[in-house]
């Protein structure tokens, strides 16, 4: 049974930096799309930012230029750096990874930004 588990999220000031991993485990599969979503209090699930097997990244232009997105293929987890936090960041961060038509979730971290 494929899991994804995240790294803990945390309490941030504003213009911080925190990193986030996904380890996806249950499966020797390298997923094609691997990738982070957000949601806020009272907002939907939005996708922060996605990369492919072969490394093309894309980003939500609210975090361009602030997130990095990238890969381990061969540990089959994903990271995310983020800098330059901003209270609007504040959310909870799901993982997920997609594969052939089959999608994977996380159960999500939470991440604070304080102003």
Same mark, same amino acid.
């Given at each position: ?8 999220? @945390?309490?941030?000031?504003?213009? @911080? ?8 485990? @249950? ?17 939907? &699930? ?19 230029? &602030? ?30 990874? &997609? ?17």
């Amino acid at each position: 049974q494929v899991q994804l588990v995240e790294s803990e999220g @945390g309490l941030v000031q504003a213009g @911080g930096s925190l990193r986030l991993s996904c380890a996806a485990s @249950g499966t020797a599969l390298v997923f094609n799309n691997m990738g982070w979503y957000r949601q806020a209090p009272g907002k939907q &699930r939005e996708l922060v930012a996605v990369t492919v097997r072969f490394g093309s990244t894309d980003y939500d232009d609210s975090v361009k230029g &602030r997130f990095t997105i990238s890969r381990d293929n061969a540990k089959n987890t994903v990271y995310l750096q983020m800098n330059r936090l901003k209270p609007e960041d504040t959310a909870v961060y799901f993982c997920n990874a &997609r594969h052939l038509g089959m999608s994977y979730w996380g159960k999500g971290t939470l991440v604070t930004v304080s102003s």
